[in-house]
């Protein structure tokens, strides 16, 4: 049978998302514990791949397994073998032809900064701490020209390994709920360090460096080196996978922390 599950994590102690040798990662902390409950060797695929140090609310993976489970074995059971800082969330068997990623049609993240001037201490690595203060109206009035389907060059990775820098930005809004500023970001898939990217970009138009239209000139230039430092991974967290309503994934609260729907 195939199984989805919904997980979240925190990053901080894993090298990322992808299982790498002498390293420690939550794929392999996953698949060593689903292998002990099917007692097979489980290989699992996740809805997106996250970096070091980045964490997730919202995850989905599947695996297949010949091994005749209860549901419950996939909750209570695994999340008594898992590290505290991995949890499932659900479980649920799922037709054959469901695809953790090629069945998601969106990915949301949520990147969380802690203005203030002093550094937090019990959500340090939960959160990323700009001590500058940060305009947020100003960040906001420059995202409506990242909106739908654009070519952006400018925003991704040096060594990102996507055949096309085309992505569609769903939407992308900026609050602030008291010390913090919550970035909050949707499309149907991210370039290696998209999120990151933009983050940094709207940090330095937080701070009055730029204004709210150099999101769009880096758009039209296509220029990565032109764009601003990639954000730390620590603020930034994978909240939910949409699907198409015909696969029965659950829906769960997005967090992370306090933050609302």
């Known amino acids: 049978m195939r199984v989805a599950l919904g997980i979240e994590y925190n990053g901080a102690n894993y090298c990322g998302w992808q299982r790498q040798s002498h390293v420690n990662s939550i794929q392999q902390e996953l698949e060593t514990a689903l292998s002990r409950i099917c007692n097979h060797p489980i290989d699992i695929v ?59 049609t969106a990915r949301r993240y949520r990147y969380v900064i802690y ?25 906001q009035a420059a995202c409506p020209a990242m909106i739908g389907e654009q070519d952006f060059t400018s925003f991704r990775a040096v060594h990102c390994q996507s055949n096309t820098p085309f992505r569609n930005i769903h939407h992308l809004n900026v609050e602030r709920i008291g010390n913090y500023v919550v970035i909050d970001i949707k499309a149907n898939a991210f370039l290696h360090h998209m999120v990151r990217n933009i983050t940094g970009c709207l940090i330095d ?21 032109q764009a601003s430092a990639t954000a730390k991974p620590n603020g930034l967290y994978l909240v939910d996978v949409d699907y198409p309503e015909k696969w029965q994934i659950p829906s769960t609260p997005l967090g992370p922390l306090f933050l609302p729907e």
């Open 46 to 104: 996740c809805a997106g791949r996250t970096d070091a140090g980045v964490h997730a609310t919202g995850q989905v993976v599947h695996f297949d397994t010949h091994a005749q489970r209860d549901m419950s074995a996939f909750t209570l059971g695994l999340n008594s073998q898992l590290p505290d800082d991995i949890a499932i969330r659900y479980a649920q068997q799922v037709d054959d032809e469901f695809h953790a990623r090629f069945s998601a």
């Open 115 to 139: 203005n203030h001037p002093f550094r937090p201490g019990i959500l340090r690595s939960g959160v990323t701490h700009y001590h500058h203060p940060l305009d947020e109206t100003l960040m």
């Open 205 to 225: 138009i937080g701070i009055g460096k730029e204004s709210p239209d150099w999101l769009q000139h880096l758009l039209d230039i296509r220029d990565r080196t």
